[in-house]
């Protein structure tokens, strides 16, 4: 069984940086796809960044330029790092996995029509200014 779990949100203020974590289990398949979400109450759940397991990478425009999703295929972890944070990147974070050979660029563009097959619990991100 799959399992996803996120690690590393916080309280920051504006213009700092922060690393989350989503560690992997179960994904014993050869294509698959995690990305991270993230979603503010109210508000429907944005794509924010996805990475295959052939190494594409994409980025919703909101954080393209600030944040860099990057992986550790032999521990299975998945990062994002998150750059000069502004308020409205606050949000609860989640880390989600697509298997069956999506792509990041399936993953990311095609969201919330395709939707990841397993999904964490998510993490909050909260920034001040």
């Known amino acids: 069984q799959v399992k996803l779990v996120e690690s590393g949100g916080g309280s920051v203020e504006a213009g700092s940086s922060l690393t989350l974590s989503c560690t992997a289990s179960?994904?014993?398949?050869?294509?698959?796809?995690i990305g991270w979400y993230r979603q503010v109450p109210g508000k429907q759940r944005e794509a924010v960044a996805t990475?295959?397991?052939?190494?594409?990478?994409m980025y919703s425009d909101s954080v393209k330029g600030r944040f860099t999703i990057s992986q550790d295929k032999a521990r299975f972890i998945v990062f994002l790092e998150m750059t000069t944070l502004q308020p409205e990147d606050t949000a609860l974070y989640y880390c989600?996995?697509?298997?069956?050979?999506?792509?990041?660029?399936?993953?990311?563009?095609?969201?919330?029509?395709?939707?990841?097959?397993?999904w964490g619990q998510g993490t909050q991100v909260t920034v001040s200014t």
């Open positions: 989600a996995a697509d298997v069956g050979g999506v792509t990041a660029r399936q993953a990311l563009e095609l969201y919330p029509a395709l939707n990841p097959n397993f």
């Open positions: 990475i295959d397991s052939g190494g594409g990478v």
């Open positions: 179960g994904i014993t398949y050869s294509g698959y796809c």
